[in-house]
């Protein structure tokens, strides 16, 4: 920007060139020059934003001088003191205009970038440091929601009943959240990320209230639905907001910030949930999110400015239907099978059938639809794609590994259920650190492609470590073995999201945030299912070698019991499950060691297109599929 505004500035004052010329910036420009050689390369692509066309701005002073020295005056026209001025004000209005038509740019995410792009980059303005703040709040809300829940949900179940339907507590939710995630991105695309994320807070809010003064289980199950439709756009609103608000070279500095979220959330959602139960009840476990709700609100709505927007086209209906459906069949089909029915029952493969048709039609319908829900343009970028894989592959084995290590330590080193959370403190620790060092590493170098490929390494050396847990393994050999796991993981979580919203263009930032969201949430229904599958059939195996008819009974309803059924076993039966867990565990994390083999190879072909964003010392051009090349704000 400052190049086209020095330029047109100096053709008004040059009697032999109209106002409007931009002259070619020289090779040896340094950030003009290469982002001019970027923009040529990728003109094929798409105009970038510094070039769009832009309408002027009918309240701005000046407009109508501005226009009249705009485009199309006449070479040779003599050059007053006036036309220079004229000239002058052609450029500030054409700035302004830039910034007003830029995608979802505002005054706030300009000066954001301006910021990050001086010589203070380390200071962010205060109302951008709000704005996070309230970000990660509603971060928190989302992901700290079905930990607290799970520590009450025995409570809940007393007082309520309908203990048949207690897994639909969480299914509903689960359901409601992956179905609606790609609608809130495109939502945000269409229509401006700000009115779309307050109305998910509202959303998730209600439902939390309705859930909290639920009287029996049906309502609960109902609510909790509500609930999950906010908290799908929670998320993505969370990514896509700060992908318009920071340059993708500068978010690095904030994987730690969300890392750390990550991590309170899963040390504390059950600490918080059984302290909530047990001094205020099971309903303040929803009442909680409501205050911290209300000051996300109101921060965002003082503090937040970013255009409205107003897209003609209207919104896929038959598309959002049919990838509702199939994500719906999917999630089901990884939440029942093996548990409620078999894998093989008609059930469960009924659900298959309608998954696959409603997706297939899904990916027909995209095709011709003016908005699309998930355009699939943005799969042509070899980038996001791969980063789509490697984020699946990461929600597949993170999960998974947080639902088992618990089990392992729990049943077989004898570690107590009250501060379940604690017990991934290794895990979660290393997967801060790592994220926080690639944030800043990533930051001041502009290269990312090292990570993921030694974050799918670590998770697949960490995963093959914890499959050789057994009866006789400690505490800090299995802490060890999770640090290198939560080390990989580290590596990983952010920069998938980074990747993603640099491969896209600034109007498919919303579709790209959620749907790698969805595939990392895809990617851990699988996980869980499959694991959890290999899991028992495992544990029941070995039941039955080791403790004959007697293991069998035992496991009979579950392969997974609790801390007072197993103190009741006899010692024989005791000593049985605890080689039938560590050997189930084993399976689980030697699967998930070969799936992380995927996610390696796919890092491996990444291709490391530079950042986009303020204080870069060059463009770089994005791929053929349409990474943009960083451009100045």
């Known amino acids: 920007m400052a190049d086209t505004r020095t330029a047109g500035a100096a053709g008004a004052a040059n009697e032999a060139e109209p106002a409007d010329a931009v002259p070619e910036p020289a090779p040896d420009e340094g950030v003009g020059a290469d982002a001019g050689a970027d923009v040529d390369a990728d003109a094929s692509e798409r105009p970038p934003r510094s070039r769009r066309p832009i309408k002027p701005m009918r309240s701005a ?68 440091r709000v704005v996070l703040l309230a970000l990660m709040i509603a971060m928190l809300l989302a992901m700290l929601d079905n930990m607290i829940i799970g520590t009450a949900m025995p409570t809940i179940v007393g007082e309520l009943g309908g203990l048949e339907h207690l897994s639909w507590v969480v299914t509903a939710y689960t359901l409601a959240t992956a179905a609606s995630t790609p609608i809130w991105g495109k939502l945000g695309d269409m229509y401006g990320r700000k009115g779309v994320f307050m109305t998910s807070i509202v959303l998730f809010l209600i439902g939390s209230a309705l859930s909290g003064m639920a009287q029996d289980m049906g309502q609960l199950i109902g609510f909790r639905a509500v609930q999950g439709l906010g908290a799908g756009g929670l998320m993505v609103g969370v990514m896509a907001i700060i992908g318009d608000l920071i340059p993708p070279r500068e978010r690095g500095k904030y994987q730690g910030m969300m890392a750390g979220v990550m991590a309170l959330a899963m040390i504390g959602g059950p600490l918080v949930g059984g302290t909530i139960t047990d001094h205020w009840g099971w309903r303040w476990s929803f009442y909680i999110n409501l205050p911290l709700g209300v000051i996300a609100l109101i921060a965002i709505s003082a503090v937040l400015h970013l255009p409205k927007k107003r897209v003609d086209a209207r919104i896929d209906y038959l598309g959002a239907a049919l990838l509702t459906v199939g994500i719906t069949a999917i999630v089901l089909v990884t939440t029942w ?297």
């Open 61 to 128: 002073k000046g407009t109508k001088s501005a226009e009249s020295a705009a485009p199309g005056s006449v070479p040779g026209k003599p050059a007053a003191t006036a036309q220079a001025a004229s000239a002058t004000v052609t450029a500030a209005a054409t700035a302004a205009a830039t910034a007003a038509a830029s995608d979802t740019v505002a005054v706030d995410a300009v000066g954001a970038a301006d910021a990050v792009s001086g010589a203070d980059a380390g200071k962010q303005p205060r109302s951008v």
């Open 337 to 633: 099978g093996g548990t409620e029915y078999a894998w093989g029952s008609a059930r469960i493969m009924e659900l298959i059938g309608i998954g696959v048709a409603a997706l297939i039609g899904f990916l027909f319908v995209q095709t011709k639809a003016a908005a699309p829900v998930m355009p699939l343009h943005i799969f042509r970028s070899r980038n996001f794609t791969l980063m789509s894989v490697v984020g699946f592959v990461a929600g597949f084995v993170m999960f998974g590994a947080v639902l088992f290590l618990p089990l392992y330590q729990q049943s077989v080193q004898g570690a107590s259920a009250t501060n379940s959370g604690l017990l991934l403190l290794p895990m979660l620790g290393a997967m801060l650190v790592t994220s926080m060092v690639a944030g800043r590493v990533t930051t001041n170098t502009g290269r990312y492609k090292a990570f993921p490929i030694v974050g799918s390494a670590l998770m697949v050396v960490g995963l093959y470590l914890l499959s050789l847990m057994d009866t006789d393994t400690s505490r800090l050999t299995s802490g060890v073995y999770m640090a290198v796991v939560g080390a990989g993981m580290g590596c990983l979580m952010q920069i998938t999201m980074l990747v993603s919203q640099n491969s896209v263009e600034m109007k498919d930032m919303g579709v790209a945030s959620s749907s790698t969201t969805l595939f990392r949430t895809l990617g851990s229904s699988f996980g869980v299912a499959i694991m959890g599958a290999l899991f028992n059939n495992r544990v029941q195996d070995v039941m039955s070698e080791r403790a004959g008819a007697l293991g069998s009974k035992v496991t009979e309803q579950s392969a997974q019991l609790d801390a007072a059924s197993l103190a009741k076993l006899p010692v024989a039966a005791r000593e049985a499950y605890q080689h039938a867990v560590a050997s189930g565990t084993h399976s689980a994390f030697l699967l998930g060691a070969v799936v992380a083999v995927v996610a390696l190879v796919g890092a491996v072909f990444v291709k490391e297109v530079p950042l986009r964003g303020a204080g870069s010392a060059s463009g770089g051009s994005g791929d053929a599929a349409g990474e943009k090349p960083a451009e100045a704000v």
